[in-house]
C-alpha cells in the first residue's frame, strides 16, 4: 500500500523540467531568503534519495553545487 500511495502522490514531472526552472529562476516579488529556498526546493527535485550513505552525501553536495550556480544566476 505504501509503494502504491508514494507512487500515487509522487513527482510526475521529469528531472530536466526541474533543471530548466532552475537555469530560468529569477527573484519575483520575494525576499532574498524565500528565493533561495525555492531555488533550494527546485535542486531537490532534480536528485534521487538512495541507501547508501556516502552516495547520498555525494549527491547532496551536487545539488548544494546547483544551488550556489542556480543562486549566482538570479
Keep these: ?5 508514494t ?4 513527482e510526475k514531472l521529469p528531472v530536466q523540467y526541474h533543471y530548466t526552472k ?4 529569477t527573484q519575483e516579488k520575494e ?7 525555492r ?3 527546485l535542486c531537490q527535485k532534480t ?3 538512495v541507501e547508501d550513505e556516502a552516495t ?9 553545487r546547483r544551488l550556489v ?5 538570479l
Excluded: G, K, W
Aim: charged share 35%; proline share 0%; glycine share 0%.
Design 69 to 73: 550556480a542556480a543562486y549566482i544566476n
Design 22 to 25: 532552475i537555469q530560468d529562476a
Design 56 to 64: 547520498q552525501r555525494i549527491i547532496n553536495e551536487e545539488v548544494e
Design 1 to 5: 500500500m505504501r509503494e502504491h500511495l
Design 39 to 41: 531555488c533550494r526546493r
Design 31 to 37: 525576499s532574498v531568503e524565500e528565493s533561495a529556498d
Design 7 to 10: 507512487e500515487r502522490f509522487s
Design 47 to 49: 536528485i534521487s534519495n
